[in-house]
């Protein structure tokens, strides 16, 4: 089934300490991208990367860190998380670049204490 | 102002009626255009995406564009309870071809 993986779902994290929020998608797309959804505040950008090692800000890169070592991961790094960053986030994939829309993982609930 | 903006809403229609989605966007040169509908909890799933002006149609969705006035709408018929749901409307920046920009949605219920 093709699909973009997230993990984990739910996180409880405290103020400071670092994590890494995964992601890999199995369709072989060059395109990733990182959103967070906050109420009243949509869907905003934080990274995006358009191939292995191509990665670019978003709206709202800071306190994030991205990678992409692998066509198939895209891990999204906290290295000191606070509780502004507390939110819903979606990683999400495309082919050939945003042409043809995202598919997007199931989401993982981050909240810093 | 607000590059992608839609009416917050909420938009409630009868059943078997149409809803019409509407969202316009501040950057001309935009190139892409996407309907998403995010269930309450869920992920957004892509719908539609449009690219020239005029009408798109699949199913029972319909995606218009005018780009002359920065404007993409979303028409769906014979609406059901089952399309009750957040609409997302996203560009792709003017400035960056990769960056998409998402509207703050849309929410529809559809009464039985």
């Known amino acids: 089934e093709a699909q973009v993986t997230q993990n984990p779902r739910y996180l409880i994290t405290v103020t400071g300490k670092k994590l890494t929020v995964t992601c890999s998608q199995n369709m072989n797309h060059e395109y990733m991208s990182w959103y967070r959804q906050d109420p009243g505040l949509g869907l905003r950008q934080i990274y995006y990367?358009?191939?292995?090692?191509?990665?670019d800000k978003g709206d709202v890169p800071e306190g994030y860190k991205v990678s992409r070592k692998e066509k198939r991961n895209f891990p999204l790094i906290l290295e000191s998380p606070s509780p502004n960053q507390t939110s819903l986030y979606f990683c999400?994939?495309?082919?050939?670049?945003?042409?043809?829309?995202?598919?997007f993982g199931s989401g993982t609930r981050l909240t810093v204490v | 102002q607000k590059e992608v903006e839609q009416n917050s809403g909420p938009l409630s229609v009868p059943e078997g009626a149409i809803a019409s989605l509407n969202c316009t966007y501040s950057?001309?040169?935009?190139?892409?255009f996407f309907w998403y509908r995010q269930y309450s909890g869920k992920s957004p799933e892509l719908i539609m995406f449009?690219?020239?002006?005029g009408d798109k149609e699949d199913g029972r969705f319909t995606a218009q564009l005018n780009k002359a006035s920065q404007y993409v709408s979303l028409l769906i018929r014979d609406s059901q309870p089952s399309d009750s749901a957040t609409y997302l409307c996203?560009?792709?920046?003017?400035?960056?071809?990769?960056?998409?920009?998402f509207g703050p949605g849309t929410s529809l219920s559809v009464i039985p």
């Open positions: 996203a560009v792709n920046a003017k400035t960056s071809y990769d960056k998409v920009i």
């Open positions: 999400a994939s495309s082919s050939q670049r945003s042409n043809y829309g995202y598919t």
């Open positions: 990367s358009m191939n292995v090692e191509v990665t």
């Open positions: 950057d001309r040169g935009s190139q892409s």
């Open positions: 449009i690219y020239s002006n």
